[in-house]
């Protein structure tokens, strides 16, 4: 009966929402929000990846809701987490095999090379800060199911990410202090091409890798903590 | 026939959306339900994808001189949607940590057996 109910139901999301897909053009061009941006971006802001200057210059103070989202979930988790301490049980932790314990120390810092590059490129070439923070935090992950208890520093994560949030509001601040916007561009725009041009995008791009890898460095830190801890 | 391969990311995001609602809306196991709600997800971020989406277009970065700009895909969806993904992983993991603490509360991840659950 339920069932039956859920079915009928989905049947009319179904031809709801193929109704409104099916009127959709795909592939065509036509009247784009997003042409003003491609063809004023790079004069504009100086960055150019547009998919960037949208992101922090553009929709700079979506992005900083955007990120505020991210710091309610961890922090939530964080809070889920504590709230129920269970008392610690020493499970031994079974090692890994010396080719994966040598593999994932070697792989470590490449990992993060290459998530540092991703970041600090961001407005030069696709990437950006939330793409190089997912690869930092992953070299993490690989570090944590390689080499079982090694631990990060909890408060060294929670500060960076801390770090990121408040120059990340700094830079916007700045911007009204110097008698402007909020998040308004007051480093000189240079030459678009150049590592060192577009403003602030590259600077609050790194405060976004910061953030956003920290963030998800202790959310897998939680979670491996919790289920370390696991009653058998 | 036609339709197919014209529209085959339309259809591919329709069916991950029909598919993740259908999960959410059937299964007893929370755990699927979670899974159902990324696979939901998903669907979105690819029909937001899609109807960025230019034929024969190219990514709307400006790597190198001579790129035509009449022939970039639309940059606002891929803003938003690179947003959306990491905002994704960590409110999955927020609901994976809630259906953990639930199992450990109630001792099953049944639907059907948590009576607070039961719809």
Redesign the interface.
Known sequence: MRKLISIILLGMVATGLFMSISQIPFGEPGERIGDHFINQGVNETGATNIVAAVVVSYRGFDTLGEVSVLFTAAMGLGAVIGLVRRKKTHTPIEPASLIVYTGCRFLFPVILLVGTYIVIHGHLTPGGGFQGGAVIASAFLLMYLGCRGKRIRENLSRGLESLGGLLFILLGVTGLVIGRDFLFSFLPEGEAGNLISAGIIPLIYMAVGLKVGSELTGIIDHLIEDTDELPE | MNFLS??T??IG??SL??IG??II??KKNLMKVIIGFSIFDTGIYL?LI??????E?T?????KPGLD??K?V???P??LV??????G???L??A???A??IY?HYGTLNLRKIKEQRW
């Open positions: 014209e529209y990311y339309y995001a329709f959306i029909i609602l259908y809306l059937v029909f899609a109807v960025g989406y230019l034929r277009g990514a709307p970065v400006f790597s700009a009449g970039m639309d940059p606002v891929q803003a690179l947003t959306a993904i990491v905002i992983v960590a409110v993991a927020l994976v940590i809630l953990i603490k450990a």
